[in-house]
C-alpha cells in the first residue's frame, strides 16, 4: 500500500478545471483548496493504478504549476493498523 499526500498549485485562473482533471484520477482525491491555486491532494494505490503514478500524472496536467510531496506511506500493512500499534 502507497498512499501520499502533495500540495498542487495551480494557476487560480485554472483551479476549477485543474481540481476536476484531479478527481477524475484513479486513487486522488482533492481535500481541500484556496483561492490562490493550492489544492491538497491525496494519491493512493488502487487496482487500476499507482499513487506514483497519480503524482507523475498530476504534474503533467494543464494549469498545474508545481505538485509537491508533503507525505508518503509505503509498507505492507493497511496504514489504520500502523497508526493503531504506534499509539498503543
Same mark, same amino acid.
Given at each position: 500500500?502507497?498512499?501520499?499526500?502533495?500540495?498542487?498549485?495551480? =494557476?487560480?485562473? =485554472?483551479?476549477?478545471?485543474?481540481?476536476?482533471?484531479?478527481?477524475? $484520477?484513479?486513487? !486522488?482525491?482533492?481535500?481541500? =483548496?484556496?483561492?490562490?491555486?493550492?489544492? !491538497? !491532494?491525496?494519491?493512493?494505490?488502487?487496482?487500476? +493504478?499507482?499513487?506514483?503514478? +497519480?503524482?507523475? +500524472?498530476?504534474?503533467?496536467?494543464?494549469? !498545474?504549476?508545481? +505538485?509537491? $510531496?508533503?507525505?508518503?506511506?509505503?509498507?505492507?500493512?493497511?496504514?489504520?493498523?500502523?497508526?493503531?500499534?504506534?499509539?498503543?
Amino acid at each position: 500500500m502507497n498512499i501520499c499526500s502533495l500540495v498542487v498549485h495551480a =494557476r487560480p485562473e =485554472r483551479l476549477g478545471d485543474v481540481q476536476a482533471s484531479l478527481e477524475q $484520477l484513479p486513487g !486522488v482525491e482533492v481535500h481541500g =483548496r484556496s483561492d490562490d491555486g493550492k489544492l !491538497v !491532494v491525496t494519491a493512493e494505490d488502487t487496482g487500476e +493504478a499507482q499513487a506514483n503514478d +497519480a503524482m507523475m +500524472a498530476i504534474q503533467d496536467l494543464d494549469g !498545474v504549476l508545481n +505538485a509537491v $510531496l508533503i507525505y508518503h506511506y509505503g509498507g505492507e500493512e493497511p496504514l489504520e493498523e500502523e497508526i493503531i500499534r504506534e499509539s498503543h
